[in-house]
């Protein structure tokens, strides 16, 4: 019985039993045990019990059941519980769950027992077929030994492999989601009036389980479509605050570019070039940010003194302060500060903040001062940027270290400077916050620890400083580069410096002159035409092993210097990135030639 139908309570009535069948019985999942012979009062007791207990036991899977489908919000997931638990509490061995379509049909979204061309096949309208029509009238049936003694279903073909069946609608406030189908293929018995209400509970739990996942992947897709909106908007945030920055620097660069191979007075020639030299490094220095915004670097640990960094940055914003009318006020603290950072992230740090509160100070018409005080508080430097221009207001305070936002008008500045140092102080294991008082004051607060962040030892080096190194005379350099006027670039520079110097626009034409002359060096781009950089690197350890020793990459690819580390890993050459000067490139080059550079180093 047990193997036909696991739900029936069994009572054994026997005229001949002993204490150790009667155990057994029990054992074996026997409701109870009665010997014969009994009185009819006793045994309709125990029958009414049986049917109580099982009854108990349905409604316990029932709410089992029901507690079950609210387990999980991911619609695929739950349909899997829905029939999981629709098998177990019905005894069904088929089942499958049609859901309304875009198309108001009724498609199986998840199905047991069917084969999967049936799933994908079966579309229903409403009041086609026996589950089109329980969706047309919104209400469950019960069909026992098939089809053929319902007249509303003589014209629907009956399915002879289907002993019974329970449809149940899935509805949530009164609108329809679809349909539940349960039947019994090989379980001969029909479902009952009891199954039939049982499965109507169970459909009205589920139907609002199905609801509530369906809502919350709509939620899903909708907030996935604001982000991408988002990130539009902020993109062009983004273009609109650097092509502003750019195009200023960048009329400078052609206007006097233009006006030089005009002008035949070699004096005014002369005053014009630092000035286009000049604009050139700020767009440098845009295209810098923006790239240390997009990809983290390591830090470039040395024993620094924060109060000479602010200097430092007081000093290149001087020329700014003093066209404002802008007063500085330094409190330092009398002893000096030593710990170890970055210097170079951390005066970027500086000069961004600075640079904000001389542009809010444009706004104010009362005298513009800037205060600065730095001091240790225990075991941290602490370091307070005061203005007293027109403040933050409230709603915009927790937004002010986003990626992208910006307070000023479109095209005065990109929206990353805080953001980009929130990031650096935060990877020297610090703080920044800001506190603002509407149309009085704003102070930036960084918190660092004096001990440091990391491994010291642990570095990449900046490009180096400008220098009068002279290369080699006569040192055989090969130039890999695929842009023309970096090329001739390049080979005016390296003229000057006495060395033989041969040029080639890819890897490939590379490859054969290395195989037919010697060198003494190879400058390399990385992104080419034929062979890259890092495919001619590879050829050149297997060609001249020596040679890969004195290899530098000049390159500005930022899918380049993201991957170098699992490029080369720990095998690194030298890399100069673009752009550079002259000088620039001359101590690269040398640094190179005398062996300097070991591991992964950026000169």
Do not use: W
């Amino acid at each position: 019985i047990r193997s036909l139908d696991s739900e029936p309570e069994v009572i054994i009535a026997t005229g001949y039993g002993t204490i150790e069948s009667a155990v057994t019985a029990m054992k074996n999942g026997a409701y109870d045990f009665i010997l014969k012979p009994f009185n009819l009062d006793e045994l309709n007791i125990l029958i009414e019990k049986a049917l109580e207990k099982k009854k108990l036991k349905a409604m316990v899977a029932l709410y089992e059941a029901s507690n079950a489908v609210f387990t999980t919000i991911e619609l695929d997931n739950l349909l899997e519980i829905i029939l999981d638990r629709m098998e177990k509490v019905l005894g069904a061995d088929e089942s499958s769950v049609m859901l309304l379509n875009e198309k108001k049909k009724l498609a199986i979204v998840a199905s047991r027992g069917l084969p999967d061309e049936v799933s994908r096949k079966v579309q229903l309208e409403i009041g086609e077929r026996v589950a089109g029509m329980v969706a047309k009238e919104k209400q469950a049936r019960l069909l026992m030994n098939g089809l053929d003694k319902y007249p509303e279903f003589k014209d629907v073909q009956s399915n002879n492999r289907i002993k019974s069946s329970i449809l149940c609608p899935l509805l949530c406030q009164g609108e329809l989601l679809g349909v539940l189908n349960i039947n019994r293929t090989k379980n001969g018995n029909n479902f009952t009036q009891s199954d039939l209400r049982n499965a109507t509970i169970f459909a009205s739990q589920a139907a609002l389980a199905i609801q509530n996942a369906k809502l919350y992947r709509n939620l899903k897709s909708t907030q996935a479509e604001l982000i991408q909106s988002e990130k539009l908007a902020a993109i062009g945030r983004l273009v609109a605050g650097v092509a502003h920055e750019l195009n200023n620097p960048l009329t400078s660069v052609i206007g006097y570019s233009q006006l030089a191979q005009e002008v035949h007075n070699l004096e005014e020639i002369h005053r014009q070039l630092p000035i286009i030299h000049s604009e050139a490094l700020r767009c440098s220095r845009i295209v810098r940010d923006l790239l240390l915004f997009a990809r983290r670097q390591k830090l470039n640990y040395q024993r620094v003194d924060p109060c000479l960094l602010v200097e430092g940055a007081l000093n290149g914003l001087a020329l700014e302060m003093k066209k404002r009318g802008i007063k500085i006020n330094k409190d330092f603290s009398s002893t000096p500060i030593l710990f170890y950072a970055d210097p170079s992230l951390l005066h970027q740090v500086f000069t961004n903040i600075l640079t904000n509160a001389y542009q809010v100070l444009e706004e104010v018409s009362h005298e513009r001062l800037i205060e600065i005080k730095v001091k240790t508080v225990g075991e941290h430097v602490q370091l307070l940027f005061q203005d007293n221009g027109l403040g933050i207001a409230k709603d915009s305070l927790p937004k002010i270290f986003d990626p992208f936002y910006t307070t000023k008008e479109v095209g005065k500045g990109t929206g990353l400077g805080l953001s980009l140092s929130y990031g650096i102080i935060k990877d020297h294991g610090g703080t920044i916050s800001v506190e603002s008082t509407l149309g009085k004051k704003t102070v930036f607060m960084i918190d660092l620890p004096l001990k440091g962040n990391g491994d010291v030892s642990s570095t990449v080096t900046e490009k180096p400083q400008e220098s009068d190194f002279e290369i080699p005379v006569g040192t055989r350099i090969l130039l890999v580069e695929d842009e023309e006027s970096i090329r001739k670039l390049i080979t005016a520079i390296f003229k000057e410096q006495n060395c033989q110097f041969d040029t080639v626009a890819d890897g490939k034409m590379a490859l054969e002159k290395l195989k037919n002359q010697d060198y003494d060096m190879v400058l390399c781009d990385y992104r080419m035409p034929k062979l890259n950089g890092i495919e001619l690197l590879t050829e050149i350890y297997k060609l001249k092993p020596e040679l890969a020793r004195r290899f530098l990459f000049i390159t500005g690819s930022t899918e380049f210097m993201r991957n170098f580390d699992s490029f080369f890993k720990g095998n690194s050459p030298a890399c100069l990135l673009k752009p550079f000067t002259r000088n620039e490139l001359i101590a690269a080059v040398n640094s190179v030639m005398r062996g300097s550079v070991e591991g992964h180093e950026s000169v």
